[in-house]
């Protein structure tokens, strides 16, 4: 069965309209609170909570993982509630810049001494859309559901609080409970969103649909239709361009909110100038500065270039002779860019695969193992499903199932998240049988 781009890129699609539609909501909030950054606080201080959950075995991604993510997300939201200062002689977004910076930082000195704590800080943090599952999607959907009409019964508390703080006090409001409440759902929301898609992703969902609907328009309404119309367009473009051009699908999306943003308010500027013809020289120009930047960046890159590549070869080569000594190959002295760069020299499988056995390290595995593949498709591949067997780490198991779908273009029922993927196994060394040696 051969995959067609429904059938590898519906699932991240429509968990993209599902983030366009909440964030793009939140999103004008945020923006009012002037509170940008409360998205990556949150965020962290989620991962803060998955990580802690980790330090006592509780893998990524589980029920128990998800709940010490809520739990940490409750105590930052009470945080934000409380630092609300009436008078705003220390700015909100300092407490938010200093809880975000420390949950960093009670992360890593949590996470330094777990094994592969690396690997699971990068797969808290990123995301993989890509590989969003059909049930996560419901659940996000359902919840979401809930967290939007929780803020359509309350929505005039909400949007006062957000646009006429002092109004809000002076009808006697209890601000800082409301605000509680805010923050919570807004919790709820970050904690689904990002084991899924990402921080980036999530904070770009947030605020750029936010930002370019009120460069346009004053009406709320107005605002919340333009901003779900870019996501959804800018979301169906990106997607389209990373499954096309074979490149990170969050990452693309990002790139492309970016550029959509740029693109309106230049087009804003340039329509609403007073001389029309003097803001488009000043557009011109503006580009044209841009365009001498990226050439002076690229010829110094390629001064820059020779001696960098020299120097890595350099330290492979020192590397792989130091390892002639011990008869074992050291990968954990190298980068992976380096591993890459000295298994591309390597058209034995036979070499490659010895290499295999050398490490314990999953994902330097699977860089040998993607190696392989394309030398010996059946022993590669061999190598590929004894890496999904035993490997703990989901993200290095979705990269190799990823890499056996590409090269089988089938579908076997992978579930990263399933415990038990016997059948799924099967299926895969069913289809390694049919290949030759």
Known sequence: MNLSIWDVMAPA??????????????????????????????????????????LFGIMPGSTGAYWFSLIFTFIGAAVFSISRIRNDKIPQE????????????????????APHGAEHIKEILTGSILWVKWSTIRNA?????????????????????????????????????????????????????VGTAGVLLVFVFLVVPAIASMLVFDVLWKQLVFGWTMGVTVSVIGLYISYVADIPSGPTVVTLYGAMLTLIAITLYIFRAKSRKSALVKVAGGLGVALLIV???????DLFKSSAVENGHNHAEEVVNQSAQTETLNFAAMTESEIIS?????????????????????????????RAIELNKKTGAKLLLKILRKSELPFVNEE??????TFSGKEFGYDASNENNDKAFNKINSWIETLKD
């Open 13 to 54: 699609f429509v968990e993209c309209l599902i983030l366009v539609g909440i964030h793009s909501y939140l999103g004008l909030h945020v923006i009012r609170r002037k509170v940008i950054f409360v998205d990556l606080a949150l965020a962290q201080i989620a991962a803060l909570g998955t990580t802690v959950g980790f």
């Open 94 to 113: 300092a407490v938010i810049g200093l809880a975000y910076a420390i949950a960093a930082s009670v992360s890593i000195l949590v996470i330094d001494k």
């Open 141 to 193: 959907a359902i919840v979401y559901s809930l967290i939007g009409v929780f803020h359509f019964v309350f929505r005039k508390r909400f949007i006062l609080i957000s646009e006429n703080p002092a109004k809000a006090y002076a009808e006697g409001m209890s601000v800082r409970f409301w605000d509680f409440l805010f923050y919570v759902s807004f919790g709820i929301v970050i904690t689904h969103s």
């Open 295 to 301: 050439f002076g960046i690229s010829i110094m890159g």
């Open 342 to 370: 000295f298994l591309s020299k390597k058209n034995n499988v036979g070499d490659v695969k010895k290499y295999f056995s050398e490490t314990d390290d999953d994902y330097t595995k699977f860089l040998i193992a993607s």
């Open 400 to 405: 190799v199932y990823n890499k056996l779908k």
